[in-house]
């Protein structure tokens, strides 16, 4: 099965695609956009949903989202002129990576995406390099809450724990103006709501061809979030800005 239209069943009930409700999203965004007239990067944006948000909130924000799914961002574009907001929005496909802008940022966005860069410091090294001068990174990245087992480790990646990732951050020369550590009920709700949602829809539609294989990828998913990383993963949302420079 297709992993794109895997996520995207997967999030219809949780389109942010990261362990965070509606009020942290709500308060993070306020803390990103202290002026309301902010521009804004998301890298790595699928279907824009941190954007989408931003622009409801904040009537003088202008948005750029970069996402190397053409679905994903034809999905951004539906969604940003059905919520009134498609003359503030553009999207690129490109790999996060790769985009280059015309000009600096005042908030440069990445949740859930680090892994495009090859981590954490990596996706920040990227920010820098969009970001104006005063400007504000919002970032999210996993860390270990407990000693992980092998099996977490192969089937997440090597994380540190909340502190060194604080100190890793912070020696990279930022510093944070507010953050957000993902709650237990938040933590349960996206994984209840992921393979929920993948199962709902394997059931509604038996005929499917890929029925059989989503039920079976929600299953084995529900079980390695339960028996491999429940007690031990976390989940951790910055918004950041340089300490120096």
């Known amino acids: 099965m297709n992993r794109e239209k895997v996520s995207q069943i997967a999030h219809a009930n949780h389109p942010i695609k990261a362990p965070l409700d509606d009020g942290s999203v709500r308060r993070l965004l306020g803390h990103g956009l202290p002026r309301g007239d902010e521009r804004v990067l998301d890298l790595g944006c699928g279907t824009g949903e941190w954007l989408l948000r931003a622009l409801e909130a904040r009537p003088g924000v202008r948005a750029d989202g970069v996402d190397i799914s053409a679905d994903a961002l034809d999905r951004a574009r539906q969604a940003a002129a059905d919520r009134g907001v498609e003359d503030r929005l553009a999207v690129h496909l490109a790999k996060a990576e790769d985009f280059v802008a015309t000009e600096p940022y005042d908030l440069v966005l990445s949740v859930g995406a680090a892994h495009a860069f090859g981590g954490l410091l ?37 994380f540190a724990d909340l502190a060194t990732t604080m100190d890793l951050v912070t020696e990279a020369g930022w510093t944070p103006v507010d953050g957000h550590v993902s709650t237990r009920r938040e933590l349960d709700d996206y994984e209840w709501a992921c393979w929920g949602s993948l199962a709902a829809w394997a059931l509604d539609h038996p005929a499917d061809p890929d029925s059989a294989e989503a039920l079976a990828t929600a299953a084995t998913r529900r079980s390695e979030w339960l028996r491999g990383y429940r007690d031990t993963w976390g989940f951790l949302t910055l918004v950041l800005r340089r300490t120096a420079g």
């Open 122 to 158: 990596p996706t920040l090294a990227a920010a820098r390099t969009h970001l104006a001068p005063g400007g504000r990174v919002l970032i999210g990245d996993g860390f270990w809450d407990r000693e992980p087992s092998p099996e977490a480790i192969e089937m997440l990646g090597d």
